[in-house]
């Protein structure tokens, strides 16, 4: 399964980073070692610092990239991100073409105001920008103390390190519970499952 994983100048390291290490990880376990490709892909495809100044060089921009099946769109300071018309006409345009949608934190700003997300739809996103989401988007039912929410085509997690939860959910779904087990064993991570 071809994942993307959208980055931009200041996103948060880890929502990109731990969903990376759960799907290649669990592609390094899958019985056949291919089922997750997961990649970078940034509007440009050069360098993008990352919060911190972490430094990141994707694998595409969005002229060359395979197509996509699983969509990640990671949180960070977003709002730059979302005064342009061109990343969120690719966020939408990929979306409708995947198989499956995830945001982690507040990637479901980008998610939302990309047009994926429903009136009356159940979100979450980092607990600090729950107030934010909620107020700028008022057809969301916004949740609040859970890591993640699977609502069929689109899963939105909550901040940072619940995109780790939510992707090893999706290695569950898309794969196996056991392959999901595995992984998080191989990371030694304490998968928070709900």
Partial sequence: MNTGIFIYDQAEVLDFSGPFEVFTTAARLSPNGKAFRPFLVSESGNLV???????VQPDYGFHNHPSIDLLVVVGGVHNAEMDKP???????????????NASVCT??????????????????????????????????????NVRWVDEG??????????????????????????????TARQMDFDWQKA
């Fill in 86 to 100: 061109g990343v969120l006409q690719w966020i939408y345009s990929q979306g409708k073409q995947a198989r499956l």
């Fill in 49 to 55: 610092t990352a919060r911190g100044g972490y430094r």
């Fill in 153 to 182: 085509s689109v899963i939105t997690s909550a901040g940072i390190s619940a995109g780790i939860d939510m992707s090893l959910h999706i290695v569950s779904r898309l794969h196996s519970e056991a392959l999901a087990e595995k």
């Fill in 107 to 144: 990637g479901a700003f980008l998610m939302a105001a990309a047009g994926l997300l429903s009136n009356q739809q159940n979100v979450t996103t980092h607990w600090e920008d729950i107030p934010d989401l909620q107020t700028q988007f008022p057809g969301l039912n916004v949740i609040s």
